[in-house]
């Protein structure tokens, strides 16, 4: 049982160029988010997925665009980096809607030159 | 700015004594949840206290509520150093759906 699984783990970009992330889970759950997370920072919230068919903007959505694929897949892209966008990026998913814990994967790690 | 700001930013404590770390939150919620994480790693769901909840317990951990004030605080007894972590508080929103989490507290347990 994988959990939440992120690709890839590592990315290094050129100023400009455009990437998308990827994020799959296994536990069947309803909603699904992306998280972005600077050094010596707290998470802030980029999109999340409430369900399948739904996407919504969190605190800091500028520079980027989802697709909730399916139920299991929840991808972020970067369509033009910016150095500014360097940054750890966590996928997560809640299994129920009123209450539940969010699992996390373990992070990608991107870097804009 | 987030909706949750955690005190202190950073604690250092002996192994064995308690550490205590509050957040505090600005909009009304539905339930208020704690996670930590280790070295960059994923995080990890510690404990979830609903609205309509005072105060939890799950083994050395204690949770309290205060939804007058729009504060919550973390308590670990008797600190081990495996405990060494980033502890963050998520807060989530009426919809039940909106997770929002602050700016987390760098524990440090010493030997």
């Known amino acids: 049982n994988a959990g939440v699984t992120q690709t890839p783990k590592f990315q290094v970009l050129k100023t400009g160029q455009s990437m998308t992330l990827q994020c799959a889970q296994d536990m069947n759950h309803n909603s699904m988010y992306w998280y972005r997370q600077d050094p010596g920072m707290g998470l802030r919230l980029i999109y999340y997925?409430?369900?399948?068919?739904?996407?919504d903007k969190g605190e800091v959505p500028n520079g980027y665009n989802v697709s909730r694929l399916n139920k299991r897949e929840f991808s972020l892209r970067l369509e033009s980096a910016a150095p500014s966008q360097t940054s750890v990026y966590f996928c997560?998913?809640?299994?129920?809607?009123?209450?539940?814990?969010?699992?996390f994967g373990e992070g990608s790690r991107l870097t804009v030159l | 700015s987030q909706q949750g700001e955690e005190d202190p930013q950073a604690l250092s404590i002996q192994e064995g004594e308690n550490a205590t770390m509050n957040c505090s939150y600005k909009?009304?919620?539905?339930?208020l949840q704690w996670y930590r994480q280790n070295s960059g790693r994923g995080l990890v769901h510690l404990i979830l206290?609903?609205?309509?909840?005072r105060e939890k317990h799950s083994g050395r951990l204690r949770v309290t509520l205060d939804t007058s004030k729009k504060s919550s605080s973390l308590l670990i007894t008797a600190s081990r150093a495996a405990d060494t972590a980033s502890y963050f508080c998520a807060t989530v929103g009426s919809s039940a759906s909106k997770i929002i989490f602050g700016s987390g507290t760098r524990l440090s347990i010493r030997p």
């Open positions: 997925s409430a369900s399948e068919g739904t996407t």
């Open positions: 909009t009304s919620i539905n339930n």
């Open positions: 206290i609903r609205s309509n909840e």
């Open positions: 997560a998913s809640k299994g129920t809607v009123n209450t539940g814990e969010l699992f």
